[in-house]
């Protein structure tokens, strides 16, 4: 079956410096989504990715899918004491009807 | 307001008791899911149903049973069946700008 792997697992990281989480499909995509969870909180659905090489950006958040269509990262810049939490990525394949999430990667900060 | 509610958020349980978590939503989506999430893990998929009165078997259905009698309610059963029933669940229900997943605030559900 597919399998969405992200690493790393975990990530710890001094407020302001930049951070780059890795998603990657055994199986060609439609789209990829992702989904950021705080402690203690549900997931929240942050962005959608659908074309080949498409990037997109939120604020410090900057969302990229690969050219093959089977693997994602999110870049944060000058992360701060906020962006706490545990981000998922999902993949969707092709006329597919359900989501495959990654493992995610939990995001610690050290102010 | 516009939302998925479960209850309870927190809930207790002897072994080999079958206990049933709520799901209602409000945002007159179709399509409704169950995951659960264990500590440090992924969200894995149990049910999903697409439309009333229909549903299909996720990726670790074994073990728990659904209904979808209404389009705002999809209850999940966790049974006795179920080997290790401890973790977090969260219900969800599909947006339909991106096919985005909705999720409720989800229960936790530990078996003593």
């Known amino acids: 079956g597919q399998q969405v792997m992200q690493i790393p697992q975990y990530q710890h990281v001094q407020e302001g410096e930049d951070f780059t989480t890795y998603c990657n499909s055994s199986?060609?995509?439609?789209?990829i989504q992702w989904y950021k969870q705080r402690p203690g909180g549900h997931p929240v659905f942050l962005i959608q990715l659908v074309k080949s090489g498409e990037v997109k950006k939120q604020k410090r958040l900057t969302f990229q899918f690969g050219e093959a269509k089977k693997n994602s990262s999110l870049h944060i810049t000058a992360t701060q004491t906020t962006d706490v939490g545990t981000y998922f990525c999902a993949g969707r394949r092709a006329a597919g009807n359900k989501l495959t999430f990654g493992g995610g990667t939990r995001v610690l900060v050290k102010p | 307001d516009g939302g998925i509610t479960q209850s309870p958020k927190y809930l207790f349980r002897k072994e080999g008791q079958n206990v049933t978590l709520s799901c209602e939503q409000n945002?007159?989506?179709?399509?409704m899911y169950w995951y659960r999430q264990d500590p440090g893990q992924g969200l894995r998929l149990i049910y999903y149903?697409?439309?009333?009165?229909?549903?299909q078997k996720g990726d670790i259905a074994e073990g728990y049973s659904v209904s979808r009698e209404k389009k705002e309610s999809f209850p999940l059963t966790v049974t006795s069946a179920q080997k290790n029933p401890t973790a977090f669940y969260l219900c969800a229900s599909k947006g339909q700008e991106y096919n985005e997943q909705f999720f409720g605030p989800g229960t936790r559900l530990t078996v003593l």
């Open positions: 149903s697409q439309i009333v009165n229909d549903f």
């Open positions: 199986t060609t995509l439609s789209n």
């Open positions: 945002l007159n989506h179709d399509a």
